[in-house]
């Protein structure tokens, strides 16, 4: 009986800490923010952003270079900008799922992407996991299903 009292008390002591590291843990919150980009060194920094309609899609470009820039839409897809300075920036808050396409009219190779995910009632789900020592913890998050053409199969970057 006695082995069996051990693996009794080792089991709620076990139980107990993975209570306190769930306690503990940090929640994933999803707020209304925007999303940076850099203009630098003749390219747009990331090139390609994925937003969810009422999460994060709004985008701030933000020229960090030496050179003037503009953000235009690809076919005027959406209203872009004027001429940014050095230390200037545009913004824009997309309404309207799609794939959005944009460059600098100054330097027409610099090209970027925008990648607009709306809100439906269907979902998929993307799940982060990590290991710390003996701990995993694993992180599940939901995403309004992409209601264009095709499929998105990278998630938006949360902020």
């Not at 997309?94 to 944009?102: A, K, L, N, Q, W």
Request: hydrophobic share 35%.
């Amino acid at each position: 009986m006695r082995p069996r009292g051990a693996y009794l008390l080792a089991a709620l002591l076990v139980s107990l800490s993975l209570l306190a590291v769930l306690a503990s843990s940090p929640r994933v919150i999803a707020t209304v923010s925007p999303v940076s980009v850099s203009i630098q060194d003749f390219s747009f920094n990331p090139g390609t952003i994925h937003v969810v309609i009422g999460v994060n899609n709004t985008i701030v470009w933000t020229n960090n270079g030496a050179e003037p820039h503009t953000v235009t839409a690809n076919g005027g897809a959406f209203s872009g900008s004027s001429t940014l300075s050095p230390g200037e920036n545009f913004t824009h808050t997309f309404s309207t799922p799609g794939t959005f396409g944009y460059h600098c009219a100054i330097h027409t190779f610099m090209t970027g992407t925008v990648v607009v995910i709306g809100t439906g009632t269907t979902s998929t789900s993307s799940s982060v996991t990590t290991t710390t020592s003996t701990t995993t913890t694993t992180t599940t998050v939901i995403l309004p299903s992409h209601s264009g053409a095709g499929r998105v199969d990278e998630p938006p970057e949360l902020m």
